[in-house]
């Protein structure tokens, strides 16, 4: 029975498919995230006895990880209450990640925004942080999120210039700014500490600069459930979560019929190996 209280059929995995599977849903679009996010991933669908020790037992193993840093999986001490928002989206943090390593288009930073009340992120690759980028970035987030109620920014020149406060006021979004003594009590920081690794391994693995790496990191991060609300960022703003290759997988395995040929199980997991090669 899954969180809504819906009863869902979970897949035993024979043993000769489960290191294949503890890779799906470890690597590649599920973002080499902690322990607790890949046991979350794979208790979705799939299940076999012993298979979270295993799960742990994987995670900590890996070696694109190991050589990347761990990630952020400790439990942290409880903090201070905030308000409840009611309507996703209407609280958005804004801030600058970087500058990361330059792509081959030239960019250097990420203008990232994440909605405090369902943590969805969202992140534009930019080349420099001046008024005129982050306002072409907002416009862009905006796009997928809407105008806010109210934004949260730092203190940086970029988002303090007359430039963007015209912009802001003009669409009579609400501006508080984060500390300049603790810049950390804007929650968008933690967001920038994981998804700086995530596209670290993610460029580990593929090969490719973080710029191609950055909407495979925010597929992850959007799908994966969130400590602090129970859910998935995709879940509180869709109504239900995104369809992943993992469920792709869980979806073929129930559906499909034994014929003569190639099993399904067979099917499924070269499948797998397929979409491995893909990512």
Not at 16 to 31: I, P, V, Y
Request: net charge positive; with cysteine.
């Amino acid at each position: 029975m899954d969180k809504t209280g819906v009863e869902r059929l979970l897949l035993v995995v024979p043993k000769k498919h489960r290191n294949d599977l503890k890779a799906f849903c470890h690597e590649g679009t599920s973002g080499h995230l902690g322990v607790t996010k890949t046991k979350g991933i794979f208790s979705r669908h799939f299940f076999w006895p012993q298979c979270y020790k295993e799960i742990v037992d994987y995670v900590r193993s890996c070696d694109r990880c190991q050589r990347v840093g761990k990630p952020f999986d400790k439990k942290k001490a409880p903090m201070k209450i905030v308000p409840v928002i009611q309507e996703v989206f209407s609280k958005i943090n804004v801030d600058a990640c970087g500058p990361l390593p330059v792509t081959p288009s030239g960019k250097r930073y990420l203008l990232t925004a994440m909605c405090l009340s369902s943590k969805y992120p969202d992140a534009v690759p930019v080349e420099y942080i001046t008024s005129v980028t982050v306002v072409d970035a907002l416009l862009q987030i905006f796009s997928r999120m809407g105008f806010p109620k109210v934004l949260q920014l730092d203190q940086g020149s970029s988002f303090t210039s007359a430039l963007s406060t015209t912009f802001l006021e003009k669409f009579g979004i609400k501006v508080v700014h984060s500390s300049v003594y603790h810049p950390q009590s804007n929650p968008i920081e933690r967001f920038h500490q994981t998804v700086k690794r995530v596209l670290k391994v993610l460029c580990l693995e593929s090969g490719s600069d973080w710029e191609q790496a950055i909407y495979p990191a925010l597929f992850a991060l959007r799908t994966v459930t969130h400590e602090s609300t129970g859910f998935t960022p995709a879940e509180l703003v869709h109504g239900k979560n995104l369809r992943t290759p993992l469920t792709l997988l869980y979806e073929k395995w129930l559906d499909v019929e034994e014929t003569e040929g190639e099993p399904v199980t067979e099917y499924v997991f070269s499948l797998i190996n397929r979409m491995k090669r893909c990512q």
